[in-house]
């Protein structure tokens, strides 16, 4: 994986400026959906953090099939890189924690319909996102990346034939940049990860476009696929999100990360359950402490001057 670009974290942390210029022990239970919200926020659903403390529970919103980010293992227990943000969320919150199971077609619906407070499964930051949901300060960095097999590697765009298709999973921001960006490609379109992944192996696509952590990792599970393309179109930023105008949450949950990132809790965090799949040498690539290099990226992105900064959430979008 190449390192994160000097314009990519602009380009993140103007993305996450928009946003935020858009603003008007642990018990650990599990559930399919969650429940509606109480009805204070713009939709009628989400919930402040006095009445989530009230209610003794936050509902997050996981992936449960993404190894190493949030899966469940062989004992029915939630694991990953993920669910250590989301456990130490509801320790420092003093409340139980309902992981509530997701797709990245949900993530956004599970927020504006109260089904979840939080959502962790792997966000990543976009203009069009930061118009209906408030993302939180940044905990990764992330780009596109292209897995193929060994037999026929792609390490370019221009390989893919017209006949060709190319495996993305719907709502990710593979499936956005492909389609705006290439739209001549044929996308293969899986509703979850397992799906995608279970069509990918049987040879559906020539190649599976996912964020490169992901394709990263399963390559480096899976014998016979190599990630030809490492990075496609701009660097991008991980982050929490909530329902949009759920200012007291969004307040709280940014004070928790930068405590968190002064802790150096995501390299722990990295270390606990990345470290095994992506090894030391991309620990600095991918991990962002908030507070520290998410901050410096916003102040790097005001220095751009607003214009600047809207030709890049542009070219983003």
């Not at 940044?138 to 990346?145: D, E, K, Q, R, T």
């Not at 897995?147 to 190319?166: C, L, R, Y």
């Amino acid at each position: 994986m190449k390192m994160i670009s000097r314009i990519g974290r602009v380009a993140a942390a103007a993305a996450l400026a928009m946003s935020a210029f858009a603003l008007p022990g642990c018990t650990i239970s599990a559930t399919s959906d969650g429940g509606n919200g109480s009805g204070n926020g713009s939709t009628g659903t989400f919930r402040t953090v006095d009445e989530i403390k009230e209610s003794g529970t936050i509902r997050i919103g996981v992936f449960s099939d993404k190894s190493p980010f949030g899966y469940v293992d062989e004992n029915g227990a939630y694991q990953g890189y993920d669910i250590e943000l989301a456990e130490r969320i509801a320790e420092d919150m003093g409340v139980k924690l309902d992981y509530v199971s997701t797709e990245a077609a949900n993530r956004i619906e599970y927020l504006q319909t109260g089904k979840v407070d939080i959502i962790l499964a792997n966000f990543t930051v976009t203009p069009e996102r930061a118009e209906v949901v408030d993302f939180a300060e940044p905990y990764m960095n992330v780009a596109l990346g292209v897995v193929s097999p060994n037999s026929k590697v792609i390490s370019s765009i221009d390989q893919i034939g017209a006949d060709d298709e190319v495996i993305v999973i719907s709502g990710t921001t593979a499936e956005t940049y492909l389609t705006k960006n290439h739209p001549d490609i044929k996308l293969q379109k899986y509703d979850t990860y397992a799906a995608a992944k279970t069509a990918f192996e049987n040879g559906t696509g020539v190649a599976w476009a996912n964020d490169n952590t992901e394709v990263i990792a399963f390559a480096n599970a899976t014998d016979g696929y190599t990630v030809g393309i490492e990075e496609l179109g701009a660097a991008d930023v991980i982050a929490p999100a909530v329902a949009k105008g759920n200012a007291t949450l969004l307040q709280w949950l940014d004070d928790e990360l930068k405590s968190l990132g002064s802790q150096g809790f995501f390299h722990k965090a990295y270390e606990a359950t990345l470290l095994d799949t992506y090894g030391a040498e991309y620990e600095d690539t991918l991990v962002v402490e908030p507070g520290t290099e998410a901050q410096d990226g916003l102040a790097q992105a005001a220095e751009q001057g607003a214009e600047e900064g809207k030709e890049i959430a542009e070219e983003l979008s």
